[in-house]
């Protein structure tokens, strides 16, 4: 199995709420603990990295958080400005094409030009030879992907706009990115999921997405929130025999452990149904009992994302 | 009446909103199938429920069309309609914007070109916004035939609110094209709004996308045209039911720190375009009441000696004071929600420990959505 520490472009992916801006992030701390340098591209100006880390938001630039570890928030606006301003063949009239309230308009009315400029972004960021003036290079460029419709849109839009232009350099650079997204050696994804009926569901259907219809490699599905198995049915049967006799701190004990002894078993049977629907590796991440996962939590979580 | 009952009295249209993987499906089918217990003709259109709950109440995959939840299974839980009726349909965004074309379409001919048209293919599926919108076209439609007493609209997930109340303008305003108009002819009004280099650009932006990428765009919207009034009337008309006093925008959200933000936010959002905000329903919410230790209370020692074992006890208590600090922080976190909404619109729904696939399951949480506050701590504390 393809190992996603290895890639130069990795799409942190899955349904919503299940933890793909946490585990981005503790990918990304990982990596840089192995010594490479990673930046973690946020798309839909969540801030999340720059929250976690009690740094100014960071919007369109590349900002260190820690040793081998940048953020960026990346918007199609900005995105769009800077390709013009590359692409254009005199900078000067890229610089006041990009300026011009003309592009405000195009980025707003041309389906999916939003999602291609983002990717576009993405790509440039992953580049040995940065298109970027003095562009630093990074050995892994982490993206924090929309939930699953959205996201999935977002690795389709090169192929679309390589259909949709039959010739011109529209066409030519989408394909470009295209293959550069299904190339198995440079770019890969991951599928975050929990151990729920829903999101188990959708991990299936997205690596179906992934691999078959986009071609994009995917290299691991992270199970996240796992129980811990502190009780055995054993210890489950012995706590539950005696909660009719006990109350107070002692019943709500017993109720929290029993609580979590389903849980733990239900967590067991989401990840027996994932393993059996998905044909990429399964790693499971433990639940943080955590009022709020700050760095202290990520770093817990980057200690087992490497394992 | 109390909880969700009062709520959306008086109310024909329930949107639950918020962001994804709070639980949204599921809230919205059980608001429908307790409003359906309690006497009333309910709808609940929705998007992509769980399969095994789809299952559990003879739901076919997509239809765009509504079905009824067979009235068989109301009865096997022990439960009395009186008259109420669940219907639930499972919503076609492609189908919809196809419908909507036909609908629209002065002429057979024109219709076929749109429907065609290979970016019309792409937009339709993909265009963000579009799911949003045809979520509403279809809750418009159904509010029109006047079928049902009351109308439960699943929205589809969205990270910011504003992708969701915004998709309307959105649309109609990629349908009307304008911007792109200019490109197509870049001369005249083109030149005066963008003034000095325009004609210098445009050549640039032909160059960077090839000719015909700028004509499948154009014919795209020379083929939609004759067709925006209809479109512009339309969304006008489903912006009027969202503001409508007998809608009830309900706002579903997870006890942690950020699905608490970002409900904060769509509320403001929703105050801010003079919405209808019902209130905000919180899930997955460990309660303080059950898992209260009081003062002076020793739990491992009196555990130990219930169960005759130290080091269950200890672990037993171990697990307890994890489950205690989740329960400090839901409470920490509802408070601040509470207080943001200046009134006691906000329903907790507790943590179940198995997730919910059948009709049992949905009344099992509408047990808490439909409780008074007091009864719904009771409940907690006797879980």
């Given at each position: 199995m393809a190992d996603p520490f290895e890639k130069r472009l990795l799409f942190v992916t899955?349904?919503?709420?299940?933890?793909k801006s946490t585990l981005s992030l503790a990918i990304g701390m990982a990596a840089a603990e192995r010594g490479k340098r990673v930046i973690v591209c946020e798309?839909?100006?969540?801030?999340h990295a720059s929250r976690v880390f009690r740094r100014a938001e960071v919007g369109f630039h590349e900002v260190e958080?820690?040793?081998?570890l940048w953020t960026i928030s990346i918007d199609p606006d900005h995105s769009l400005r800077e390709y013009l301003t590359i692409q254009a063949p005199v900078r000067a009239m890229g610089e006041m094409l990009s300026r011009s309230r003309v592009f405000t308009y195009l980025t707003a009315a041309t389906p999916g030009l939003k999602e291609l400029v983002t990717i576009g972004k993405i790509w440039e960021l992953a580049?040995?030879?940065?298109?970027?003036?003095r562009g630093r290079k990074y050995d892994l460029v982490i993206v924090d992907a929309p939930a699953t419709g959205h996201g999935i849109g977002l690795l389709q839009t090169p192929r679309t706009f390589a259909t949709i232009a039959r010739v011109g350099p529209i066409r030519s650079q989408a394909e470009a990115l295209d293959a550069y997204i299904t190339d198995h050696g440079l770019t890969g994804a991951v599928i975050v999921a929990l151990p729920e009926e829903m999101p188990v569901n959708e991990s299936e259907l997205l690596e179906t997405e992934l691999t078959?219809?986009?071609?994009?490699?995917?290299?691991r599905v992270y199970m996240n929130g796992i129980y811990p198995e502190r009780f055995s049915d054993g210890d489950a049967d012995r706590l539950e025999a005696v909660a009719g006799s006990v109350d107070g701190g002692a019943r709500a004990a017993v109720r929290a452990a029993l609580s979590e002894h389903r849980r733990a078993r239900a967590h067991r049977h989401q990840i027996e149904r994932l393993r059996s629907l998905v044909a990429a590796d399964v790693a499971t991440l433990p639940f943080i009992f955590e009022p709020e996962l700050g760095v202290e939590g990520i770093e817990l979580l980057a200690a087992e994302v490497a394992r | 009446m109390t909880g969700v009952a009062e709520l959306l009295r008086g109310k024909d249209v329930c949107i639950c909103a918020g962001s994804?993987?709070?639980?949204k499906t599921t809230t919205s089918a059980a608001i429908a199938a307790g409003m359906a217990a309690r006497g009333h003709r309910v709808a609940v259109l929705t998007i992509d429920p769980a399969k095994r709950l789809a299952d559990s109440l003879g739901l076919p995959e997509l239809g765009n069309v509504e079905r009824r939840v067979d009235p068989s299974l109301f009865e096997a839980e022990g439960?009395?309609?009186?008259?109420g009726e669940l219907w639930a349909m499972m919503l076609d965004a492609k189908a919809t914007f196809d419908d909507l074309i036909a609908k629209h379409a002065p002429d057979a001919e024109t219709r076929d070109r749109i429907l065609d048209n290979r970016i019309y293919r792409q937009i339709s599926n993909a265009l963000a916004g579009s799911q949003e919108y045809m979520a509403m076209e279809k809750l418009f439609e159904l509010h029109q035939e006047s079928r049902y007493d009351l109308l439960v609209l699943d929205t589809p997930p969205s990270r910011n609110a504003l992708d969701f109340l915004d998709a309307p303008r959105r649309l109609t305003q990629f349908i009307e094209g304008r911007s792109l108009q200019v490109f197509m002819r870049p001369t005249g009004l083109g030149m005066k709004l963008f003034g000095r280099g325009t004609s210098m650009m445009f050549s640039v932006l032909r160059r960077l996308t090839g000719v015909d990428l700028l004509e499948d765009i154009s014919e795209f919207f020379q083929a939609f045209s004759g067709m925006v009034g209809g479109f512009q009337e339309r969304a006008k008309r489903v912006n009027e039911l969202l503001a409508d006093r007998r809608t009830s925008f309900v706002v579903v959200c997870g006890p942690q720190g950020e699905p608490i933000e970002e409900a904060v936010y769509f509320h403001r959002q929703l105050v801010e375009a003079s919405l209808p905000f019902g209130g905000v329903i919180v899930n997955k919410v460990h309660f303080d009441s059950e898992f209260a230790v009081q003062e002076g209370e020793d739990p491992a020692a009196e555990l130990a000696e219930a169960v005759g074992d130290r080091d269950l006890a200890e672990r037993a208590v171990a697990t307890l004071d994890d489950y205690r600090a989740l329960a400090a922080r839901d409470r920490r976190n509802i408070e601040r929600l509470t207080a943001e909404m200046r009134a006691r619109r906000v329903i907790q729904v507790p943590y179940l420990d198995e997730d919910v696939h059948d009709l049992a399951g949905l009344m099992e949480i509408n047990r808490y959505l439909f409780a008074t506050e007091p009864e719904r701590e009771a409940l907690a504390a006797s879980r």
């Open positions: 899955g349904k919503g709420g299940v933890g798309v839909a100006s969540q801030e958080m820690r040793d081998g580049q040995l030879d940065r298109k970027v003036r078959e219809e986009l071609g994009v490699a995917v290299d | 994804g993987g709070v639980g439960i009395e309609t009186e008259g």
